[in-house]
């Protein structure tokens, strides 16, 4: 008998606890009711996101407004959750969208024009939209990264171009992402597209498919298990990750260390430059706190905050870069680069071609 | 074998009728939290023309992942059970030292999620793991022997160790009860060891294997982050090939077709389970907890149960372990550094910094409220709806049949396309995605509430008529009846169900992902969040935050077993 009244005073209990807990979730402030207290500004976005407390807290205390984030998946998944709810908007702004996907956002008409003071300064390799409706906001490249340890103990050379990664030395030294899963695997594919051409990158991966390379699905198993410079300590010493990410290496190692475990290959075309963007979602009813914050987000302070957060570098030039940045990541001179029309036309039959060749 | 149709009360036509209403309040939950997202999801892609899926035929692109589905479900399901029953026989008849340990242990890889379980199967199996290691130095190889990661082999691998549990605790709690002097007398009788087992015991266990196999099966049929993450992209199950169409290709007309597939695939499985386990229910004296186990005698039992001890501790147990060690272990910082790997708890300081100053740094302790308090709304949610529908389910008719195969439909559905449902349908308040946080708890026990049926529906069909009949004829009302007789035989279910319900929402991802506001993420959701970035202190970080997750959860599913037990 005891038995059952434990268990009823659980029940009961868990219904009480429930009770008290769901409140501690904060109030919702539905964006479309301007009433007293701050409103709220949606932001959606991916799940890299991430942003210092010092610069959000300003914001929000100068346009006295809560800004909330939605995280909607990686940039690719971000975009066409946009799209797909576009009737019913589900933020105001949308950060994220990168040059890989930023087409099928403008020709799916999901961003108001917006031509923002802060534009003047910025250079205009980084405007991919004549129209403003997707302003630039950072860039960084994928590169392939390796393993310094491995390549010293081994008296390896280190690959310099793409086409070195087709010779005998380098055969199952490689992991990638795949391209139909990975927006770092999407940007390796567009770099050898660029590189060679429509007609001849299939043939180069025909070449590195017989010299092993390994393909898995995202970065996360790429880096982590597979790549053996990061902690995973993996079986491939060259990995598709980004320009950045040896800096990361120093800054969250264990102890401190004045040099990086790993660096990062920047050959002629060997990384792939990607560009962010932010818009204001069509149909927001908060457009005049939506344009503050993409000034803000294009102003120095949050600029300056943006590289150690995302590991990702400012467009506006009078940001300054950390220390880290300057030592241990280096911008590739010659990055592969493609016209957004180009990749939003042809981005799937490329994939597909890929996955005939590679996987199958 | 006919006991069944013959104790039914002569007033059974208005008890029937009496238990329809009992399926109101389960059949709005599901109307509203999922038919409405689902019919959104496939007007919008029906709306859309389907010449984009036509360009290539489109059930070409269905059929190929179909057959991968089915077969590697199938696989992995038959060797679930091949160590689930055996494990589920020794938890249930012997009792040997850290039992009840044991039984912890081996739900907890029912929460890990994929990404560290991948990182857990590597340390172990992988080209530089344990078992390459000592077989390299062993036998002075040059390459890694055991090629495992990105094999069918590593999916396999990974379905056994997320499903085992559940055969062991859905298998195992029926067992239990089993009134162990069937099988003594069909053993006085003469009958030797195997046909007590194969005549007696589990024609009787059918039920409770059926209900396991058919949640195996689901769970493995619906497969996700093992197949993307462990088996590489060479592999693609439906569910996968969903997300890859919705989600990156855009392409919503093939996404429905293949979630519809999916989904009428379910219906087909659960229409087959109804039909084989209809006939199946023994109503059955139950008996004491504990009393059929006992001490192993002779050495025969006592092999076999550490054998099974061993297997389990192999292959659920050992890549948690490898999980923990890693989390405490910082390997020599840079290069040519003297001393070898060191003993720290610096990984787990540093989940309390926030180093970085970061808008989205969630405090550990946060992370864990966050957690505990989605799985006991989870609890709540999917114990009351599931008591409910166990006696809404309970007169044999064939309405029931087809509402059961609908509480088993969420089970079977692509966690994309049902997300994808949400955010279409739940974007104004009162129930808005941005803003209410009750629709986690609510999609979590949407997945739990077949669990929660599943376990308790074949021990409420024990119930003998006739201890209710009794009650009754000594003047307990309706009430009393089922608080005194049906509660008190339920519990142990029940248990089973709250554990279930408790680790699936504890170790959910996807939907939570979808959903939960970042400002309030879960364990699993901070665990991904360390793993998207590089360096060593954000790996050892994940690591960490995964041993507090299996901290946790086993602190509480030790709390729910005590509290039974002794209570």
Same mark, same amino acid.
């Given at each position: 008998?005891?038995?059952?009244?434990?268990?009823?005073?659980?029940? @009961?209990?868990?219904?009480?606890?429930?009770?008290?807990?769901?409140?501690?979730?904060?109030?919702?402030?539905?964006?479309?009711?301007?009433?007293?207290?701050?409103?709220?500004?949606?932001?959606?976005?991916?799940?890299?996101?991430?942003?210092?407390?010092?610069? @959000?807290?300003?914001?929000?205390?100068?346009?006295?407004?809560?800004?909330?984030?939605?995280?909607?998946?990686?940039?690719?998944?971000?975009?066409?959750?946009?799209?797909?709810?576009?009737?019913?908007?589900?933020?105001?702004?949308?950060?994220?969208?990168?040059?890989?996907?930023?087409?099928?956002?403008?020709?799916?008409?999901?961003?108001?024009?917006?031509?923002?003071? !802060?534009?003047?300064?910025?250079?205009?390799?980084?405007?991919?939209?004549?129209?403003?409706?997707?302003?630039?906001?950072?860039?960084?490249?994928?590169?392939?990264?390796?393993?310094?340890?491995?390549?010293? =103990?081994?008296?390896? =050379?280190?690959?310099?171009?793409?086409?070195?990664?087709?010779?005998?030395?380098?055969?199952?030294?490689?992991?990638?992402?795949?391209?139909?899963?990975?927006?770092?695997?999407?940007?390796?594919?567009?770099?050898?597209?660029?590189?060679?051409?429509?007609?001849?990158?299939?043939?180069?991966?025909?070449?590195?498919?017989?010299?092993?390379?390994?393909?898995?699905?995202?970065?996360? @198993?790429?880096?982590?298990?597979?790549?053996?410079?990061?902690?995973?300590?993996?079986? =491939?010493?060259?990995?598709?990750?980004?320009?950045?990410?040896?800096?990361?290496?120093?800054?969250?190692?264990?102890?401190?260390?004045?040099?990086?475990?790993?660096?990062?290959?920047?050959?002629?075309?060997?990384?792939?430059?990607?560009?962010?963007?932010?818009? @204001?979602?069509?149909?927001?009813?908060?457009?005049?706190?939506?344009?503050?914050?993409?000034?803000?987000?294009?102003?120095?302070?949050?600029?300056?905050?943006?590289?150690? !957060?995302?590991?990702?570098?400012?467009?506006?030039?009078?940001?300054?870069?950390?220390?880290?940045?300057?030592?241990?990541?280096?911008?590739?001179?010659?990055?592969?680069?493609?016209?957004?029309?180009?990749?939003?036309?042809?981005?799937?039959?490329?994939?597909?071609?890929?996955?005939?060749?590679?996987?199958? | 074998?006919?006991?069944?149709?013959?104790?039914?009360?002569?007033?059974?036509?208005?008890?029937?009728?009496?238990?329809?209403?009992?399926?109101?309040?389960?059949?709005?939950?599901?109307?509203?939290?999922?038919?409405?997202?689902?019919?959104?999801?496939?007007?919008?892609?029906?709306?859309?023309?389907?010449?984009?899926?036509?360009?290539?035929?489109?059930?070409?692109?269905?059929?190929?992942?179909?057959?991968?589905?089915?077969?590697?479900?199938?696989?992995?399901?038959?060797?679930?059970?091949?160590?689930?029953?055996?494990?589920?026989?020794?938890?249930?008849?012997?009792?040997?030292?850290?039992?009840?340990?044991?039984?912890?242990?081996?739900?907890?890889?029912?929460?890990?999620?994929?990404?560290?379980?991948?990182?857990?199967?590597?340390?172990?199996?992988?080209?530089?793991?344990?078992?390459?290691?000592?077989?390299?130095?062993?036998?002075?190889?040059?390459?890694?022997?055991?090629?495992?990661?990105?094999?069918?082999?590593?999916?396999?691998?990974?379905?056994?160790?997320?499903?085992?549990?559940?055969?062991?605790?859905?298998?195992?709690?029926?067992?239990?009860? +089993?009134?162990?002097?069937?099988?003594?007398?069909?053993?006085?009788?003469?009958?030797?060891?195997?046909?007590?087992?194969?005549?007696?015991?589990?024609?009787?266990?059918?039920?409770?294997?059926?209900?396991?196999?058919?949640?195996?099966?689901?769970?493995?049929?619906?497969?996700?982050?093992?197949?993307?993450?462990?088996?590489?992209?060479?592999?693609?199950?439906?569910?996968?090939?969903?997300?890859?169409?919705?989600?990156?290709?855009?392409?919503?007309?093939?996404?429905?077709?293949?979630?519809?597939?999916?989904?009428?695939?379910?219906?087909?499985?659960?229409?087959?389970?109804?039909?084989?386990?209809?006939?199946?229910?023994?109503?059955?004296?139950?008996?004491?907890?504990?009393?059929?186990?006992?001490?192993?005698?002779?050495?025969?039992?006592?092999?076999?149960?550490?054998?099974?001890?061993?297997?389990?501790?192999?292959?659920?147990?050992?890549?948690?372990?490898?999980?923990?060690?890693?989390?405490?272990?910082?390997?020599?910082?840079?290069?040519?550094?003297?001393?070898?790997?060191?003993?720290?708890?610096?990984?787990?300081?540093?989940?309390?910094?926030?180093?970085?100053?970061?808008?989205?740094?969630?405090?550990?302790?946060?992370?864990?409220?966050?957690? +505990?308090?989605?799985?006991?709304?989870?609890?709540?949610?999917?114990?009351?709806?599931?008591?409910?529908?166990?006696?809404?389910?309970?007169?044999?008719?064939?309405?029931?049949?087809?509402?059961?195969?609908?509480?088993?439909?969420?089970?079977?559905?692509?966690?994309?396309?049902?997300?994808?449902?949400?955010?279409?349908?739940?974007?104004?308040?009162?129930?808005?995605?941005?803003?209410?946080?009750?629709?986690?708890?609510?999609?979590?026990?949407?997945?739990?509430?077949?669990?929660?049926?599943?376990?308790?529906?074949?021990?409420?069909?024990?119930?003998?008529?006739?201890?209710?009949?009794?009650?009754?004829?000594?003047?307990?009302?309706?009430?009393?009846?089922?608080?005194?007789?049906?509660?008190?035989?339920?519990?142990?279910?029940?248990?089973?169900?709250?554990?279930?319900?408790?680790?699936?929402?504890?170790?959910?991802?996807?939907?939570?992902?979808?959903?939960?506001?970042?400002?309030?993420?879960?364990?699993?959701?901070?665990?991904?969040?360390?793993?998207?970035?590089?360096?060593?202190?954000?790996?050892?970080?994940?690591?960490?935050?995964?041993?507090?997750?299996?901290?946790?959860?086993?602190?509480?599913?030790?709390?729910?077993?005590?509290?039974?037990?002794?209570?």
């Amino acid at each position: 008998m005891k038995k059952i009244k434990w268990f009823s005073m659980m029940m @009961i209990g868990g219904l009480v606890l429930s009770a008290c807990a769901a409140p501690a979730t904060p109030p919702s402030t539905p964006t479309v009711t301007p009433t007293a207290g701050p409103v709220t500004l949606m932001v959606m976005t991916h799940d890299s996101f991430a942003a210092g407390e010092a610069v @959000i807290a300003e914001f929000e205390r100068q346009n006295n407004v809560k800004l909330s984030f939605l995280k909607s998946g990686d940039a690719g998944a971000v975009v066409n959750r946009a799209i797909l709810s576009k009737d019913t908007p589900l933020a105001d702004v949308l950060y994220g969208v990168d040059n890989a996907f930023l087409s099928r956002a403008l020709d799916a008409g999901i961003f108001e024009q917006y031509n923002s003071p !802060q534009l003047a300064a910025i250079s205009s390799e980084f405007k991919l939209d004549p129209q403003n409706r997707a302003l630039p906001v950072d860039f960084g490249d994928v590169c392939i990264n390796y393993d310094k340890a491995y390549f010293d =103990q081994k008296k390896l =050379q280190v690959p310099q171009s793409l086409e070195d990664l087709e010779k005998p030395e380098y055969k199952g030294l490689l992991v990638v992402e795949n391209p139909a899963t990975s927006s770092p695997g999407l940007a390796f594919l567009l770099a050898t597209v660029a590189h060679f051409g429509q007609q001849g990158y299939l043939d180069y991966w025909k070449a590195l498919r017989s010299n092993d390379v390994a393909v898995v699905n995202g970065w996360e @198993i790429a880096y982590y298990t597979n790549f053996s410079g990061s902690s995973g300590k993996g079986a =491939q010493p060259m990995v598709v990750s980004y320009n950045t990410s040896p800096a990361a290496e120093v800054v969250f190692a264990t102890q401190p260390i004045d040099s990086s475990p790993t660096a990062s290959i920047n050959g002629p075309d060997t990384c792939f430059r990607q560009i962010e963007f932010v818009g @204001i979602l069509k149909g927001t009813h908060q457009r005049a706190l939506a344009e503050k914050f993409i000034d803000y987000m294009l102003d120095v302070s949050f600029q300056q905050d943006m590289p150690l !957060q995302m590991y990702v570098y400012p467009v506006n030039p009078k940001a300054g870069l950390p220390e880290v940045f300057q030592k241990y990541a280096q911008l590739p001179s010659q990055p592969a680069r493609l016209d957004p029309d180009q990749i939003a036309k042809n981005r799937d039959a490329w994939i597909q071609a890929w996955n005939g060749v590679v996987l199958k | 074998m006919s006991l069944a149709g013959v104790s039914e009360p002569s007033s059974r036509n208005s008890s029937s009728n009496r238990a329809l209403w009992l399926w109101l309040i389960p059949l709005i939950f599901l109307a509203v939290f999922f038919f409405y997202p689902l019919a959104a999801v496939f007007r919008m892609a029906g709306s859309i023309s389907l010449v984009k899926a036509g360009q290539t035929s489109a059930w070409g692109q269905v059929a190929q992942p179909l057959a991968f589905t089915l077969w590697q479900a199938v696989l992995s399901t038959g060797l679930t059970l091949l160590l689930g029953l055996p494990a589920a026989f020794i938890f249930a008849r012997f009792s040997f030292p850290l039992k009840n340990l044991l039984r912890v242990l081996v739900t907890l890889p029912f929460i890990l999620p994929t990404v560290v379980v991948a990182v857990g199967f590597n340390a172990l199996l992988g080209p530089h793991g344990l078992v390459n290691s000592t077989l390299m130095s062993a036998f002075n190889l040059q390459e890694a022997p055991l090629k495992v990661m990105n094999t069918l082999a590593a999916i396999l691998l990974a379905h056994i160790f997320y499903n085992t549990s559940v055969v062991i605790r859905v298998v195992g709690s029926s067992w239990t009860q +089993l009134d162990p002097r069937l099988e003594q007398a069909g053993r006085v009788l003469g009958a030797s060891p195997w046909r007590v087992l194969s005549e007696v015991t589990l024609p009787l266990l059918l039920p409770a294997i059926l209900a396991a196999t058919l949640l195996v099966f689901l769970f493995d049929f619906t497969s996700f982050g093992v197949i993307l993450l462990l088996g590489g992209p060479r592999f693609a199950t439906l569910e996968v090939a969903i997300y890859t169409q919705a989600l990156e290709m855009l392409n919503l007309p093939l996404a429905g077709l293949l979630s519809a597939v999916q989904l009428g695939c379910t219906l087909l499985m659960v229409v087959i389970y109804t039909r084989l386990s209809s006939k199946q229910a023994v109503p059955l004296m139950p008996r004491l907890q504990g009393e059929g186990t006992r001490k192993t005698g002779g050495r025969l039992e006592t092999m076999l149960v550490f054998g099974m001890v061993a297997v389990l501790f192999i292959l659920l147990i050992s890549p948690l372990v490898a999980l923990v060690l890693r989390s405490v272990t910082i390997l020599a910082a840079g290069q040519g550094a003297a001393h070898g790997p060191a003993i720290s708890l610096d990984y787990y300081h540093e989940l309390f910094v926030n180093r970085r100053q970061s808008f989205f740094y969630v405090p550990p302790i946060q992370a864990v409220k966050n957690s +505990l308090q989605y799985a006991l709304l989870t609890v709540v949610i999917s114990l009351s709806m599931g008591l409910l529908v166990i006696y809404a389910l309970r007169p044999q008719r064939r309405l029931n049949r087809s509402l059961d195969a609908f509480i088993m439909l969420p089970l079977g559905t692509s966690a994309v396309t049902l997300g994808l449902g949400y955010l279409l349908v739940f974007n104004r308040p009162p129930l808005d995605v941005r803003t209410f946080p009750w629709l986690i708890p609510i999609a979590h026990s949407l997945v739990a509430l077949p669990f929660v049926v599943r376990a308790l529906q074949p021990t409420l069909c024990s119930i003998p008529q006739s201890l209710r009949q009794a009650a009754a004829v000594l003047g307990a009302s309706s009430l009393r009846v089922w608080y005194e007789v049906d509660l008190p035989i339920l519990t142990r279910a029940a248990l089973v169900s709250a554990i279930f319900a408790f680790t699936i929402s504890l170790g959910e991802f996807g939907a939570t992902s979808f959903l939960a506001r970042p400002e309030y993420p879960t364990l699993p959701v901070a665990i991904y969040r360390y793993l998207s970035q590089p360096g060593e202190l954000n790996y050892g970080q994940a690591l960490a935050m995964s041993t507090i997750l299996l901290l946790v959860c086993s602190l509480c599913i030790f709390l729910i077993e005590k509290i039974s037990r002794e209570g």
